[in-house]
């Protein structure tokens, strides 16, 4: 049997892809996400914008496809790019198709774009995660610093959980 993250390709996400990307982030929270967070909420969430294509533009958001089917979508950016000080990213907008789900490419994704960002010297990374993508991310080594929420376009907020790790821990679980 063939282990399905290893069918996964990873490239760098085009500007011709953002239709699919969108569509695939659409999917991911209705079905993924349904038992964490109220209907409305999910509805609101997806009228903020998932995706954030300045990403797109600076190479830093990928897309996971299987024989040329997108299957996930992640990325990071640089938040403090100073070189003489701990230079932290955050990973962003880690989604699956809710078909896919639980078969290792949401993790494929974060390893992906967290050694992407240590390449560049990266050392600190962060997240906020939602409440279905915990579980994720603790196993690759985030701890929760802060329990917080996205504001929302309706007034309500959609909890997240701040997370971080160092590149020491990202380097070990990258193996």
């Given amino acids: 049997m063939i282990e399905t993250a290893s069918l996964v390709t990873i490239r760098p996400a085009h500007p011709a892809d953002v239709p699919a990307i ?9 079905r993924l996400a349904v038992s964490y967070y109220s209907p409305a909420q999910l509805e609101s969430f997806l009228a903020t914008r998932t995706l954030d294509r300045r990403l797109i533009e600076s190479g830093t958001y990928y897309v996971a496809e299987i024989l040329s089917v997108l299957v996930g979508s992640g990325g990071w950016m640089a938040i403090d790019d100073r ?3 701990a230079r932290r990213a955050r990973i962003r907008s880690v989604f699956v198709h809710p078909d896919w789900a639980r078969q290792g490419i949401g993790r494929r994704l974060v390893l992906h774009a967290e050694t992407e960002a240590m390449r560049l010297g990266f050392m600190l990374f962060e997240l906020d995660a939602s409440l279905p993508g915990v579980p994720l991310y603790r196993r690759l080594g985030y701890r ?5 929420g996205l504001d929302l376009p309706d007034g309500s907020t959609l909890p997240v959980i701040r997370m971080e790790k160092a590149r020491a821990v990202a380097a070990a679980s990258n193996r």
């Avoid at 929760?144 to 917080?148: D, G, I, K, L, Y």
């Fill in 144 to 148: 929760e610093v802060a329990r917080t």
């Fill in 22 to 30: 969108e569509e695939l982030h659409r999917g991911s929270v209705r």
């Fill in 83 to 85: 070189p003489e000080g």
